[in-house]
């Protein structure tokens, strides 16, 4: 969706007036459904041509340096928690290959890193698809711990 779009133009493309769009909005908006509204940057037009995922194996003692570590890494777009043989994926954006290079050796010392090149992305970037009439949204189920 455009997050450019007014209040009006959504409501013409969803069958809702401007009035309960807006509504439905601020509603999505406090249950944390909808969490910004954001543009999307063509890395490349950055020069940053390298996109790389590295999974990392770390030990114990390593864990908690590695996580306040990538924290400081511009190189480091998204950082996740594994179930598994890895402990974190990280997905990196370099300018060349000898950047990615130094980003590996740096992070060396905090576990065993192993880096998989992307070479590109068939789907990028999915948007979440709401099926059939838009959903009257009610507060959030209580998660059972």
Not at 50 to 60: D, E, K, N, Q
């Amino acid at each position: 969706m455009n997050a450019r779009l007014s209040v009006a133009e959504l409501g013409r493309r969803i069958g809702l007036s401007p009035t309960a769009t807006a509504e439905r909005l601020k509603q999505m908006e406090e249950l944390g459904i909808l969490r910004g509204y954001t543009i999307q940057i063509d890395r490349e037009a950055l020069g940053l041509e390298v996109m790389a995922f590295i999974r990392m194996s770390c030990g114990g003692q390593n864990y908690h340096r590695l996580l306040e570590y990538v924290q400081t890494l511009e190189e480091v777009r998204e950082c996740h928690h594994l179930t598994g043989g890895d402990d974190f994926l990280l997905k990196v954006t370099t300018t060349s290959m000898a950047n990615l290079e130094a980003l590996i050796e740096a992070l060396l010392p905090y576990g065993n890193p192993v880096t998989s090149l992307v070479l590109s992305s068939p789907v990028e970037h999915r948007k979440y698809a709401v099926t059939g009439r838009l959903i009257t949204v009610t507060k959030k189920p209580a998660r059972h711990r």
